[in-house]
C-alpha cells in the first residue's frame, strides 16, 4: 500500500514524537489528541475545523498514525464519536477502510463504540 503523506522512517519513541510528525507532514489545521490505554494507543480524536475539511487532513494525520505505530510496534484504539457531528456510520467504515476492527457485536454501524487495530508488519 502507497502512503499520501511521506513520514519519518524511524519508529517514534513516544506520542510526543508521533503528534510533531502530525504538525510537519499536516499542518497546524489538524487536532490529534493520543494517550496511552492499557497497551494500546488511544485515538482520543482527530479535528479539523470545518473550513480545512474535504482536503483529506484527517485521512493524511491517520495515514501518519498508523504509520509510525506500525514502526513502533503499538496497537490503536478508539471510540467512535458523532461528537462532532459526523454521521457515525460513515466514521465506521472511514477506521474500517484504514485497518480498524470493530470490537464487540454492534447490532448496526451506528452502535459501534470501540475500535482497535493491531500494528501492521513492515515491508
Known amino acids: 500500500m502507497t502512503r499520501a503523506v511521506d513520514v519519518a522512517l524511524r519508529a517514534p519513541q513516544n506520542l510526543e514524537d508521533i503528534a ?3 504538525c510537519r507532514a499536516c499542518g ?3 487536532n490529534v489528541m493520543l ?5 494500546d494507543v488511544l485515538v482520543e480524536h482527530i479535528y479539523v475545523p470545518s473550513d480545512y475539511r ?13 504509520s509510525l ?6 496497537a490503536a484504539a478508539l471510540q467512535v464519536s458523532d461528537a ?4 457515525k ?16 457485536a454492534p447490532r448496526t454501524l ?13 515491508p
Open 28 to 30: 497546524i489545521h489538524v
Open 35 to 39: 494517550r496511552w490505554r492499557d497497551d
Open 20 to 22: 510533531a510528525e502530525i
Open 54 to 66: 474535504r482536503r483529506g487532513l484527517a485521512r493524511a494525520a491517520l495515514e501518519v498514525v498508523c
Open 110 to 122: 451506528s452502535d459501534v463504540n470501540w475500535m482497535r487495530r493491531s500494528p501492521r508488519p513492515l
Open 84 to 87: 462532532w457531528g459526523s454521521d
Open 89 to 104: 456510520a460513515e466514521l465506521v467504515r472511514w477506521y474500517i477502510r484504514n485497518g480498524f476492527v470493530l470490537t464487540g
Open 69 to 74: 505505530l506500525d514502526l513502533a510496534g503499538w
